[in-house]
């Protein structure tokens, strides 16, 4: 299981962003993160042509699907959608993961649900 967002765990830098101009904008190396718009299609293609590796909060199945085709190295998600999103991306061998935005205290519940990691927020 991936642990994101936890400097005990993992040095990557997240970096949000909603336009090309926030990418350009972006610390070097970091891991850029989309809210999912279906207008934005283009914006992923531009880091899927420019190697840039990022991730999108996503709501549904369609949305990844067309990120994994966008080459997302992330599907953010609700824990409520997240096993079937990850029986699909187990079923297909898809390399785009499916995380879990949550508190560290519900990461054993992720785990048991066989989801691919969780990214670590504030809170309850």
Known sequence: MIILNDIRFSDEIFYN?????????????????????????????????????????????????????LDAKYAFCEFNIASSLQKFADNYLINTKIIVKSHISKIEEIAQQEIDGIFVTKGV
């Not at 350009?24 to 299609?41: A, C």
């Not at 880091?47 to 999108?56: F, L, S």
């Open 17 to 69: 962003a909603n336009s090309i101009q926030d990418i350009k904008n972006s610390p070097n190396n970091s891991t850029i993160i989309f809210k999912y718009n279906e207008n934005d299609l283009d914006i992923y293609k531009f880091c899927k042509t420019n190697n840039i590796e990022y991730g999108v909060e996503i709501y549904s199945l369609k949305e990844l699907i067309f990120i994994y085709n």
